[in-house]
């Protein structure tokens, strides 16, 4: 077994271990290793089912059906555009399709150089102020397709401290 | 009054006062806030006071329901009153602060409204167009206090209600004030409350469940967050009421991960009761006991519906069980549960408080009380608004939200959620009500009134909500699983203008199978946005899928998790979506 391997069960068993709700289930455990780690390695997968006295296949049956999760490392910047019924009568498809294009995408999905990562959400959940899109896990409302480009380019452009 | 309560009361009198000697300023912070700009408002204004060296209280609250002016910087100075300032730039937050605070004197230019003061040409806060007409209840506290904070909440009536049940009435009493209000669910059933309610107290099990539902994955609807992050102890205290008029032990709170304002303030407001004996053992020193806490699902949609939440608080895949056994009987981890939307809790405290005829004289015959209607999409005000049943959708629409920004005219609004269906613009005239909503075809559902214009194209967007709702579906019940791929196909194909000649027919039949062969309400209603649009623009439709001449085709990215993600419109629709997942997981068991 590889240090990394190591490493990074021994971060999924100290998420799993202090999660902040009191009812601890493998969607729980599940939900905070993705918080703190950002994704959900095979190590995770088995520390859950430690954990919770259930099976590796009981544990990835819940984590590929909510697609909160993620199984490979996340890319170092975000983009989340909503695909809501009100984005969407308010222009989210064209917003979309600019940011794709600028980012140099088809779908979602990242950028090979893993620095940007795009998704697109069923419902950011603020409605009134759609179309609704997130850079970096900040939710930016009233978008347009010149705010969407700038805030694209912004996060494009960003250097990674680590 | 408990002698506890009587202490707190006493201690939040003092607080209260406290804060009414110093200028207050209040900023909305919550996921709303975050959308508008606020975080940056609420940086300007601490620096502000600091730079300037002024003395003020601070509070990040939750959304006043008033979105589309948000960022809202509220200022309210002892003994003339609060100005409450809208669309503020962050630029501008110094210059106001220092105008009112160090001078005394409101920027005008500024200002969207007053309370208790008079400011020349400025309209008061319930003048507003979208306020006139409003009645609060469950938003009482909306943007008005510190969303969590125990002193402010009870300085505003709070716990009433919870006190007098606890000294005054058995748990029958309780749940007989329920039953007369004629209170009905929230969140898209409208069944009534009191009879809910009265299932679960009919089970004498020792340990039984209330469950909040704030799941909320209805785009369209925000009411339940909003209500999360602005007044999380309306809901603590109507859980609590709940569960008292049930006699049960155990109350859970049920919010979407990701929502990070509702989850934190709702875990701080459940923190602080515990601190004050409003949760846990002998709540304010009586006989009765009751636990609390918040349990995050992932995100999905049907694990709003009830059975499936309960799979989802027990940490599997949101599925809806098969009923018989009713909740009621066998709910979570086996024990009796009662299900109830945020919102409809939410109204439990001040229907105790008032009592059941004051909720009842409000409202029509068989609605009773408020609703909280969302406005979003093609409209000038867009927010919360909370109106009495019998408001017809017209003044909703035209007056309070003020029509299309660009006086464009409204042609339907989507009700109801993904499931729901179009009311169009010669229905407006028809009044908020459950029934009679219904009987229309389209549901008032959780509340949600995503509005849209003259340019809006109906096949378009009925696409995007199946395209929504086969995403979805949790594919238990194969009717659903395939009955959304199947409508989703076809819409496709008529967006693409290669519409098959029984394509028409062929959705109907696909409809009506899903309706008899799915679980829960997400197949059996999955059918209903095409069935009602179809009704309202059966001609558009024609038009789209059969029509002579140019048909426009909109290109339309989806979800790599829907059936059409993989393609993008243009394409011939015959593959099935590819596989998203790259990882593959260890088979064998762990040690």
Not at chain 1, 66 to 71: C, G, H, S
Not at chain 2, 379 to 382: E, L, P, R, T, V
């Given at each position: 077994m590889t240090t990394s391997q190591n490493v990074l069960r021994e971060k999924a068993r100290n998420a799993i271990e202090t999660q902040p709700y009191k009812t601890i289930t493998v969607l729980s455990s599940l939900l905070s290793v993705q918080d703190s780690i950002g994704w959900i390695p095979s190590e995770a997968l088995e520390e859950v089912a430690r954990v919770t006295s259930s099976t590796v296949n009981d544990v990835w049956g819940v984590a590929s059906f909510?697609?909160?999760?993620?199984?490979t490392l996340p890319p170092k910047n975000s983009i989340e555009v909503c695909w809501g019924p009100t984005c969407h009568v308010l222009g989210a498809q064209s917003i979309l399709q600019h940011i794709l294009a600028e980012v140099g995408l088809e779908n979602e999905g990242e950028t090979s150089d893993q620095h940007l990562g795009l998704k697109l959400n069923t419902c950011l959940g603020v409605c009134p102020h759609g179309p609704v899109a997130s850079f970096n896990h900040r939710l930016q409302g009233k978008m347009t397709k010149e705010k969407a480009l700038r805030l694209t380019k912004s996060l494009m452009k960003e250097t990674q401290n680590d | 009054m408990t002698e506890d309560f009587q202490k707190l009361t006493l201690r939040s009198k003092l607080a209260w006062d406290l804060l009414s000697q110093k200028p207050w300023i209040r900023v909305g912070t919550g996921l709303f806030g975050e959308a508008s700009g606020s975080l940056q408002i609420i940086d300007e204004v601490y620096t502000a006071i600091k730079t300037n060296a002024l003395e003020a209280t601070v509070s990040e609250v939750g959304t006043s329901g008033l979105c589309y002016a948000e960022p809202l910087l509220d200022i309210q100075i002892p003994n003339r009153g609060r100005v409450i300032y809208g669309n503020v730039d962050p630029s501008n937050v110094e210059y106001i602060i220092k105008e009112h605070l160090a001078k005394g004197s409101p920027t005008k230019k500024f200002a969207l409204a007053t309370i208790d003061c008079h400011l020349e040409g400025i309209p008061k806060f319930k003048d507003l167009p979208m306020m006139k007409g409003q009645i609060r209840i469950a938003l009482r506290n909306a943007g008005e206090i510190e969303p969590g904070d125990i002193d402010q909440y009870i300085a505003n009536n709070g716990f009433v209600g919870l006190d007098r049940a606890l000294s005054e009435m058995d748990p029958s009493e309780v749940l007989g004030i329920i039953k007369s209000s004629g209170l009905r669910g929230r969140g898209g059933a409208a069944f009534s409350t009191g009879t809910k309610w009265g299932f679960l107290a009919g089970n004498t099990a020792p340990k039984k469940y209330i469950l909040c539902n704030g799941e909320e994955g209805d785009p369209g609807a925000f009411n339940d967050k909003a209500i999360l992050e602005t007044d999380p102890l309306s809901l603590i205290e109507g859980c609590i009421l709940a569960g008292y008029a049930t006699n049960a032990t155990n109350g859970v709170v049920f919010i979407r991960h990701g929502h990070d304002a509702p989850i934190d303030r709702t875990n701080k407001a459940i923190d602080a009761c515990y601190a004050d004996g409003l949760l846990g053992k002998n709540i304010l020193g009586s006989e009765f006991s009751f636990d609390m806490e918040i349990v995050l699902v992932g995100e999905s949609y049907v694990a709003g519906e009830e059975t499936a939440l309960m799979e989802a608080v027990e940490g599997k895949r949101s599925m809806p069980r098969f009923r018989p056994p009713f909740p009621a009987a066998y709910g979570v981890w086996g024990f009796p549960s009662n299900i109830n939307n945020i919102k409809t809790i939410s109204y439990a405290p001040e229907i105790v408080r008032n009592g059941p005829e004051w909720f009842s004289s409000i409202g029509t015959d068989k609605s009773k009380g408020t609703a909280i209607a969302c406005l979003s999409g093609h409209?000038?005000?867009?927010g919360l608004v909370e109106v009495p049943f019998g408001t017809s959708i017209r003044k909703i629409v035209e007056q309070m939200g003020g029509g299309d920004p660009n006086s464009k005219s409204i042609k339907f609004l989507q009700t109801g959620g993904p499931l729901g269906g179009v009311l169009t613009n010669d229905q407006f005239d028809m009044l908020l009500d459950f029934d009679e909503m219904a009987a229309a075809g389209a549901m008032f559902g959780s509340g949600g009134l995503i509005v849209c214009n003259q340019e809006t194209s109906s096949v378009d967007l009925t696409r995007v909500l199946i395209a929504f709702d086969q995403m979805e579906s949790c594919g238990k019940c194969f009717p659903c699983r395939l009955g959304t791929s199947h409508l989703l196909d076809i819409l496709d194909r008529a967006c693409l203008g290669k519409?098959?000649?029984g394509d028409l027919q062929l959705m109907e039949r696909v409809g009506q199978n899903m309706k008899v062969g799915s679980l829960c309400g997400h197949g059996q209603l999955g059918y209903n946005p095409v069935a009602s649009a179809l009704k309202a623009f059966s001609s558009e439709f024609n038009q789209q899928m059969f029509g002579e001449g140019d048909i426009e085709i909109k290109k339309f990215v989806a979800p790599l998790h829907t059936r059409r993600g993989s393609q993008t419109l243009g394409e011939t629709p015959t593959s099935i979506v590819k596989e998203d997942f790259t990882f593959e997981p260890k088979l064998e068991a762990s040690q």
């Open positions: 909510y697609p909160n999760f993620r199984f | 409209i000038k005000f867009s519409s098959l000649s």
